[in-house]
């Protein structure tokens, strides 16, 4: 077994890369099954791709396959991606796949919602049939962490949510959210938790555009807003001062003329849009418009970069529970290692014990004395068992006779005799 993990995230990579390696729901269980079939580089995969991050982990005999496959598959040449993309062999996996869950590594230090997507990436990969042994085990221990840590310390306290970011940068657009009318696109969690921090500030007006009208009705009903059809946006945009979008679609849904023809009817009154999606959902030439305020995932983590200080000494505490357990990990794997040959140490004892079990019975068939016949089994057992050890210490040479006797007395316990 030999984990491995690679990927791109808002650290190493700006949004218009991490939008290029992104897996959708829709190609997610292909993805697993291609990078886990008869020609793909992994034996076990789960992948989890979120608005801040796509990272793949394996178990794996080829690593830079895995790599390379990660590019090719979003049809883009290696050295496109090479660049942005860290690898993280062994331990070093394990350790990047704790620090994730428990918020360690996201763009908001300490939120909750990566560990979320961590589980849902874990069971589609269970659903697709690429979560073997190795891979249940790291998302088993490393859910176990994420709880460990955020209830041991306070990595968690006073985090400024980018929901709550998303708030305070439309405050400094606009002197009062009341006043304003918000449009939200998309009806996933990201939405509604956005739709939360809005609602609080009571806007005149709220609304939720989705590809599926009942699950924008139904999270409309939950703020008291309105409902519509994502077809209807081009017709709507005008009419909001606000807009967030948060869906998963591979391509923009706003794109540059709709926004100006939204722009001209609002007689050149701002708006301001916060694009959360990867890919995104807001054609970046948008930004450049003379009324239009348009933030990304990586714009409103630089505001909530600015509450993180006041929580380092959690980081610390942090680190030392996942240090602790990444050993505690690596132990089990180093000991799965030497299943194969517990496992064929036992075959063959077995093999040897029915064979002259079967003798016995045959000799006890002939009307054999029944004490002798167990004396002769456990003595043929007995010199069979021991035969291999005895012939290998016999013909060791005098270099390797010395360490293969201490290795003997250790595995039969003869120190003390």
Not at 283 to 297: I, K
Not at 321 to 348: C, G, K, Q, Y
Request: net charge neutral; glycine share 6%.
């Amino acid at each position: 077994m030999q984990l491995f993990a690679c990927g791109v995230n808002h650290h190493t990579a700006p949004v218009a890369i991490r939008e290029r390696v992104a897996f959708g729901p829709d190609i997610l269980p292909r993805a697993l099954t291609e990078l886990t079939g008869e020609h793909g580089p992994a034996r076990e995969a789960a992948i989890l791709s979120t608005c801040n991050r796509t990272e793949i982990y394996c178990n794996t005999s080829q690593p830079a396959d895995v790599a390379e496959w990660l590019a090719s598959f979003h049809g883009l040449p290696a050295r496109d991606v090479k660049p942005y993309l860290y690898q993280f062999p062994g331990d070093q996996a394990a350790n990047h796949a704790f620090r994730v869950a428990s918020g360690l590594d996201s763009m908001v230090l300490g939120e909750t919602q990566i560990l979320g997507q961590m589980k849902q990436a874990a069971e589609k990969a269970a659903d697709a049939g690429t979560l073997g042994l190795l891979l249940n085990k790291l998302f088993q221990r490393t859910f176990s962490v994420a709880k460990e840590v955020r209830t041991a310390t306070e990595i968690g306290a006073s985090t400024v949510s980018m929901s709550a970011a998303a708030v305070s940068l439309a405050e400094r657009i606009f002197p009062s959210i009341r006043e304003q009318a918000v449009l939200f696109v998309g009806a996933g969690e990201m939405i509604d938790l956005v739709a939360t921090h809005f609602a609080a500030k009571a806007p005149r007006r709220l609304m939720v555009v989705n590809r599926t009208i009942e699950r924008a009705r139904a999270l409309a009903d939950k703020f008291g807003g309105e409902a519509s059809a994502l077809p209807n946006l081009p017709d709507l945009l005008h009419e909001f001062d606000i807009l967030v979008t948060s869906t998963a679609s591979p391509l923009p849904i706003v794109g540059l003329g709709m926004v100006e023809r939204a722009i001209k009817a609002r007689k050149r009154r701002p708006i301001f849009m916060v694009d959360l999606a990867v890919p995104r959902d807001i054609e970046a030439e948008v930004g450049r418009l003379d009324d239009v305020f348009l933030y990304t995932v990586d714009d409103l983590g630089e505001v909530v970069r600015s509450g993180q200080s006041s929580r380092q000494s959690a980081v610390v505490q942090a680190e030392v529970i996942i240090a602790s357990s990444v050993n505690e990990f690596m132990h089990w794997m180093d000991t799965r290692r030497t299943v194969p040959v517990i496992r064929n140490l036992r075959d063959h004892g077995e093999r040897l014990r029915r064979h002259e079990l079967d003798k016995a019975n045959k000799a006890l068939q002939r009307g054999d004395d029944p004490h002798a016949v167990l004396e002769a089994m456990s003595r043929a057992l007995m010199n069979k068992l021991l035969h291999d050890p005895s012939h290998a210490l016999n013909q060791a040479g005098d270099a390797e006779r010395e360490q293969l006797a201490h290795l003997v007395s250790r595995l039969y316990n003869l120190h003390g005799e």
